[in-house]
């Protein structure tokens, strides 16, 4: 199993971005996925996550009305839509996969997520 996020970059405080993940090799509607986020010094945290069909998302507060998963199981892709970038979101972001149903807290737990891709940096300046 193979992700790959892209999609970061430097933007200006009040901007958007949109990260992708991509999967090569498996079919990435067999899993549910999770965005995680990462700066150095601290421990991952999980950011959303989204079920295998798409039918349910689950967001940490400090993104919830901002950020916007969701998939394209046709493209084998799925998406994270960050809006209203704040310094505080800069981070690498990376996301990860989990053949299991995985919704809610368990959305921000990096071991309920086996398969993880390399990140993509997401830096916001003020």
């Known amino acids: 199993v193979q992700l790959q996020a892209s999609g970061g970059g430097l933007v200006q405080a009040g901007n958007s971005l949109r990260l992708s993940c991509t999967a090569s090799?498996?079919?990435?509607?067999?899993?549910?996925i999770g965005w995680f986020r990462q700066v150095p010094g601290k421990d991952r945290e999980g950011v959303s996550c989204?079920?295998?069909?798409?039918?349910?998302?689950s967001y940490v507060d400090s993104v919830r009305g901002r950020f916007t998963i969701s998939r394209d199981n046709a493209n084998n892709a799925v998406y994270l839509q960050m809006r209203s970038l704040q310094p505080e979101d800069t981070a690498v972001y990376s996301c990860a996969a989990t053949p299991s149903y995985v919704i809610g807290d368990y959305c921000f737990s990096t071991d309920e997520f086996p398969y993880w891709g390399q990140g993509t940096q997401v830096t916001v300046s003020s």
């Open positions: 090799g498996f079919t990435l509607g067999d899993y549910g």
């Open positions: 989204i079920t295998k069909s798409g039918n349910r998302t």
